[in-house]
């Protein structure tokens, strides 16, 4: 699959050491074997000259204190606490001075945040997605851009997840509903 570098953005969903570093608060191996195939598709992106976007989870402490029903801490335990190193991007990803960093607070990267209006100014029409956790906020971020009218596309050999089912169940239900998936190797940039 080809994809036009001036209309394209690499989104890098939540590759953070909270998820990705053995001592994070949620900690996943799946995500930590994420790293490489995300680095790889980065380098890949910057020398096509192609936008990269970061997303960072982050959440206040005090974030889900008068919650009704979505409270995070309470499904996850605390975790990606605001100004915390959990928050931040894992140091074996290169973050270019260039690179879009959107901050959000949800499983979902473009609730609340600057995300659509940027990819919009940009001319941004299709976003290739990898990055953790697979099933839910990658999940939630590419339904999200695809009801924007985004066409999100799902890397699977660069997402990280708990169990393996749960990428496959990413994956088959991104494919789906709606989006594209393909594979590091099948995708030219």
């Not at 050491?17 to 949620?26: E, M």
């Not at 605001?82 to 991007?89: A, G, L």
């Not at 029409?125 to 851009?145: K, Q």
């Amino acid at each position: 699959m080809d994809y036009d570098a001036d209309s394209t953005a690499l989104v890098v969903v939540d590759m953070q050491n909270g998820f990705c570093h053995p001592d994070g608060s949620l900690y996943a191996p799946g995500s930590e074997d994420a790293i490489e195939p995300v680095g790889d598709l980065v380098d890949r992106a910057h020398d096509a000259g192609m936008p990269v976007v970061y997303t960072r989870d982050v959440h206040p402490p005090e974030q889900f204190d008068d919650a009704h029903y979505y409270d995070e801490f309470d499904r996850w335990g605390e975790h990606v606490v605001e100004d915390s190193w959990d928050t931040e991007i894992v140091d074996d990803l290169t973050v270019a001075d260039d690179d879009h960093v959107v901050v959000k607070h949800t499983y979902d990267a473009f609730y609340q945040t600057e995300l659509e209006g940027w990819l919009n100014a940009h001319g941004i029409d299709d976003l290739l997605i990898c990055g953790t956790l697979a099933n839910v906020c990658v999940f939630h971020t590419a339904g999200s851009a695809g009801v924007r009218d985004f066409k999100p596309v799902v890397i699977e050999d660069a997402l990280g997840y708990i169990e393996e089912g749960d990428r496959e169940y990413a994956v088959d239900h991104c494919a789906f509903l709606f989006g594209e998936v393909t594979t590091s190797q099948e995708l030219s940039i």
